[in-house]
C-alpha cells in the first residue's frame, strides 16, 4: 500500500513540475520583443516637366489693290503664303492680274502685298501706286546667315544641294561676313555670286 501512494505522489509531482515547465516556456517566448520591420518610404520619382515652347508671332500684313477689302492689314499665322493674305482679304477682283503676282511666296512680317488690275501700268510707267514699296511680288534680299534652305533656293544658281551646302556651312563655321565668302562653299564661284548679288546680304 505503502508503495501505491508514493507512485501518486511522484506521479502528481512529476506532472506539477511538467505543467511548470510548459507555463515558464511559454512565458518566455511571449515576453521575448518580436523583431520590428522597417518600413522605408520612398519619395516618388520625378516626373520631367516639358519646357514651355514659344508661340510664333503672328505676322502682320497689309494687302491694297485689286482686292475684296482693299488697304486692309492682317493677322496671319505664320507659314503663310500670299495666295492666303489675298483670300483673307475677300479675295481677288475679276479685274485682278493675278499673273504679276506669286501666289506661292511665303510672307515676312511687315509685307505688303499689291494685286495688280488687268489695266494697272507695268513697272516703270507712271501710277498712283508706288510699286517700288518692297512687296513679296518683288525679290526681297536673302540673308545668308538666317535664310533657310527655301529661301536660299529663290536665289539664280543655288538648287537644292547648293543650299544645303550653305547652311551646312555657316552651321560648321559660323556666320559670313561677307558675301564673297560663299566663294568658300563648294560648287559656288565667283560668277554664281555676281549673278545674285543685289538680292543678298549678311546682316
Known amino acids: 500500500m505503502e508503495d501505491l501512494y508514493r507512485s501518486r505522489w511522484f506521479l502528481a509531482g512529476a506532472g506539477f513540475l511538467l505543467t511548470l515547465a510548459i507555463i515558464g516556456g511559454t512565458y518566455v517566448l511571449l515576453s521575448q520583443d518580436s523583431p520590428g520591420t522597417t518600413v522605408e518610404i520612398l519619395p516618388p520619382a520625378p516626373t520631367a516637366t516639358a519646357l514651355p515652347t514659344a508661340t510664333p508671332a503672328p505676322l502682320e500684313i497689309y494687302v ?31 479685274t485682278a492680274n493675278l499673273a504679276m503676282v ?19 501700268p507695268v513697272e516703270g510707267e507712271t501710277t498712283g501706286q508706288d510699286i517700288s514699296t518692297p512687296t513679296p511680288n518683288a ?38 561676313e561677307t558675301v564673297d565668302d560663299l566663294d568658300n562653299v563648294s560648287g559656288i564661284g565667283p560668277a554664281t555670286i555676281d549673278g545674285f548679288r543685289d538680292r543678298v546680304t549678311v546682316e
Not at 68 to 78: F, T
Open 64 to 94: 491694297v489693290g485689286a482686292v475684296q477689302n482693299a488697304e486692309s492689314r492682317l493677322s496671319m499665322p505664320p507659314g503663310s503664303r500670299v495666295e492666303d493674305a489675298i483670300e483673307a482679304a475677300g479675295g481677288a477682283l475679276d
Open 102 to 120: 506669286n501666289l506661292a511666296q511665303n510672307l515676312q512680317d511687315g509685307d505688303m502685298i499689291f494685286v495688280p488690275s488687268a489695266d494697272e
Open 139 to 176: 525679290p526681297r534680299q536673302v540673308n545668308i546667315n538666317t535664310a533657310t534652305q527655301e529661301e536660299l533656293e529663290t536665289l539664280p544658281g543655288i538648287g537644292p544641294s547648293r543650299a544645303e551646302d550653305i547652311i551646312t556651312y555657316r552651321e560648321e563655321n559660323g556666320p559670313f
